[in-house]
Nanobody, 122 residues
Framework: QLRVVESGGGLVQPGGSLRISCAAS????????IGWFRQAPGKERERVSC????????KYSDSVKGRFTISIDNAKNTVYLQMNNLKPEDTAVYYC???????????????WGEGTLVTVSS
């Protein structure tokens, strides 16, 4: 019953933009820290961005800083990741995850989606 579901992935040309979504059902995101993670072929899963439960401050990996923006629509119980100026190295399966509290680590996340594929190619 408690789950998060990603959507919005697809094929994008380098320099293009895409917004992916993480919709939560069965629980409210009010008290949760939400993270976006991604995994590319041959690479470890990496943390891309987080938005924290206490003050809704945000954090970004160096590789996406200035290009990606994480946000929450409380009414829709949905987290978004706006991705601009996409690069081929952004190609990966993007996962949304949630945990109660202020940590944003892959090892502590309670709810994971199945991922949405973002492919950046000309």
């Amino acid at each position: 019953q408690l789950r998060v579901v990603e959507s919005g992935g697809g094929l994008v040309q380098p320099g293009g933009s895409l917004r992916i979504s993480c919709a939560a059902s069965g629980f409210t995101l009010d008290y949760y820290t939400i993270g976006w993670f991604r995994q590319a072929p041959g690479k470890e899963r990496e943390r891309v961005s987080c938005i924290y439960n206490n003050d809704r401050s945000t954090k970004y990996s160096d590789s996406v800083k200035g290009r990606f923006t994480i946000s929450i629509d409380n009414a829709k119980n949905t987290v978004y990741l706006q991705m601009n100026n996409l690069k081929p190295e952004d190609t990966a399966v993007y996962y949304c995850a949630a945990v109660v509290g202020r940590l944003c680590l892959s090892s502590v996340m309670d709810y994971w989606g199945e991922g949405t594929l973002v492919t950046v190619s000309s």
